[in-house]
């Protein structure tokens, strides 16, 4: 988790894995605040992932089958993915009432949100949660690599805090592109 999402990241047992599917047998993530007495601290948000979540959740085992509604990747994948809406809705603290973030996989052929590298893309600010999410998943899906296309959204912005993501999350991929090419030159990154 920290390769991918840096630090600090919410304590992960503030996340609770349940075996629910919301609409149409998709996973999905939300943050409503429940208390299991069995537990020290109150589970802040919880990724419902069907039958997955009895899987081994690092595994590369293909998460098709667990769902209503098939889905492509890897179970990993899928976890990786939620993290990411856990990651929107930590970042965005502050924001009252609950949303739901519905998944969907960015590697399933017949997503609509399957991003394709190439071209020019805007802010990480101007991209939808799912986007946001699928961008994720892909780039750990293909192995976290630093020359994947979609790594400065990664570097700069999800692994980023405080000023840092703000100021980073409204610039285009282009920018971000300099930046990174910029931390290269005085060897960090
Ligand atoms: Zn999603």
Request: glycine share 10%.
């Amino acid at each position: 988790m920290r390769r991918v999402f840096g630090l600090p990241f919410p304590y992960l047992d503030t996340v609770g894995i349940g075996d629910g599917l919301g609409y149409n047998g998709q996973p999905w993530t939300d943050t409503t605040p429940l208390f299991d007495p069995g537990l020290s601290k109150q589970l802040t948000y919880q990724i419902n992932i069907g039958d997955a979540a009895r899987e081994d959740l690092t595994s590369k085992k293909l998460a098709a089958g667990c769902f209503v509604r098939d889905i492509n990747g890897t179970v990993s994948d899928l976890l990786i993915h939620e993290m990411t809406h856990v990651w929107q809705y930590y970042t965005r603290g502050g924001i009252t009432g609950r949303f739901s973030v519905w998944a969907s996989s960015a590697v399933a052929p017949d997503s609509s949100y399957s991003p394709v590298p190439g071209g020019s893309w805007g802010s990480w600010d101007s991209l939808d949660v799912e986007l946001q999410a699928s961008i994720v998943e892909q780039w750990y899906h293909n192995g976290e690599r630093k020359p994947d296309f979609w790594y400065p959204y990664i570097r700069l912005v999800l692994q980023s805090r405080g000023h840092a993501l703000t100021y980073a999350s409204g610039l285009t991929l282009n920018e971000l592109n300099r930046d990174l090419a910029s931390l290269r030159v005085r060897n960090v990154d």
